[in-house]
């Protein structure tokens, strides 16, 4: 991408970068191996290696350590993603409570560890991970359960982003069924979340017997019918992840018909998301995460259109990048956390306008993105 960004655009790409790496030396000399989620006061207290080693979003610091370390190449950055991914290795001896989200867990320890070192370990970790996603596969109703307990027929659209697993999986082993699955699970996705106008339902509930559709619920939004921006993220980055790993052309497009949707929503609060799309106007509820992830996603499609749409995709994630750094970022290296403002979900007070371990990622990964400098972590 950076051959095809403006002059200024291009300073800001560079000098947020520079930024980024301060950063990031500093953060990864204080936390190392443990498991940040939600900063403090810029103190991540809490390590989820040792509170809640299940936890969906663990995988997204060793992320940001191996995007830093293909990036940078410094040692601190894998000895310590390494710790996090060896970590890791006690939620598959739990096993209860392991959930959709293994995707996000182990695609960015063990699989990123993988395709950076070849480590076959790692290789191992990551396949195994693959058989406990496609072990939740519906064969009648075409879909990967998400959650557990007695939601047999529930699926979230935060699960194409978990999908990627799969396709790996199919390449490692030369096994077609990984993609099978994965594209099954796509195409039920596609047909029941993705609305006529482009926004999205976050939950589908699924009869378990054929896969019809029974409710949809307002998950982590405002309410049913609402659209949930982090929910929209999801759909437009793992829709196109799913047009890169199949060629399945309605999947870009559904990943560009939510991204227009998106843009539409961001360009009337100055390229920032709140929460909901849809929620009442007050109170007013931001979500820096749900910009940050879009925006990877929009990137993605970019390299993925003819020349002559893809300024507009490269415009849009730009204009969502440097709003989100200018409002939200803090650059102190001895403050934890880059990008502030993010928030778990609509009616949660908890994790209101807090700093969260994934929107750094994502931020990282756009940037890296903007210089060739990331690698396919998906
Ligand atoms: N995957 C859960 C979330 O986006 O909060």
């Known amino acids: 991408m950076l051959e095809r960004l403006k002059e200024s655009d291009r300073k800001w790409t560079e000098e947020t970068y520079e930024k980024i790496r301060t950063k990031m030396r500093a953060e990864c000399a204080r936390i190392g191996s443990r498991i940040p989620y939600i900063a403090e006061n810029g103190v991540y207290r809490e390590d989820k290696a040792k509170s809640d080693i299940i936890w969906w979003t663990n995988g997204f610091w060793p992320g940001m ?16 993603a390494e710790g996090a991914e060896e970590k890791l290795d006690r939620a598959f ?14 695609l960015h320890s063990a699989v990123a560890d993988f395709r950076l070192t070849g480590n076959e370990r790692s290789k191992a970790r990551g396949l195994h991970a693959a058989h406990l996603l496609a072990g939740r596969y519906n064969p009648r109703g075409k879909f990967i359960r998400s959650w557990n307990r007695d939601r047999s027929g529930w699926v979230i659209v935060d ?47 699924l009869d378990p017997e054929n896969g019809e559709l029974l409710e949809t619920p307002g998950g982590q939004g405002y309410g049913p019918g609402s659209s949930w921006s982090r929910g929209q993220a999801w759909a437009i980055y793992g829709f196109a992840l799913s ?3 199949t060629g399945k052309k309605e999947y870009l497009d559904t990943a560009k018909k939510v991204a227009s949707y998106f843009i539409a929503q961001t360009d009337r609060t100055e390229h ?17 995460t749900a910009g940050v992830c879009a925006a990877c996603g929009m990137l993605e499609i970019a390299k993925n259109v003819p020349e002559l749409e893809r300024e507009f995709y490269l415009e849009s994630a730009l204009k969502i990048l440097r709003a989100t750094e200018a409002k939200f970022c803090n650059w102190d290296p001895e403050y934890d956390s880059i990008v502030q403002m993010g928030t778990g979900a609509y009616h949660s007070e908890g994790d209101r306008h807090v700093p969260i371990i994934y929107g750094d990622y994502f931020f990282i990964e756009a940037i890296l993105r903007l210089l060739d400098k990331d690698f396919l972590i998906w």
């Open 243 to 245: 047009y890169v790993h």
């Open 159 to 205: 699960s194409m982003m978990n999908i990627p697993l799969l396709y790996w999986a199919r390449d490692v082993l030369g096994d077609p069924r990984f993609e099978y699955v994965a594209m099954d699970h796509a195409d039920t996705v596609m047909k029941y979340t993705v609305r006529e106008d482009g926004s999205c339902n976050h939950i589908i509930v």
């Open 272 to 288: 920032v998301a709140l929460v909901d799309f849809r929620a009442p106007k007050e109170p007013v509820y931001w979500d820096s």
């Open 65 to 80: 350590l191996w995007q830093m370390y293909h990036a940078d190449g410094e040692e601190q950055y894998r000895t310590a």
């Open 93 to 106: 001896d739990i096993y209860t409570g392991l959930h959709h989200d293994v995707g996000f867990m182990w």
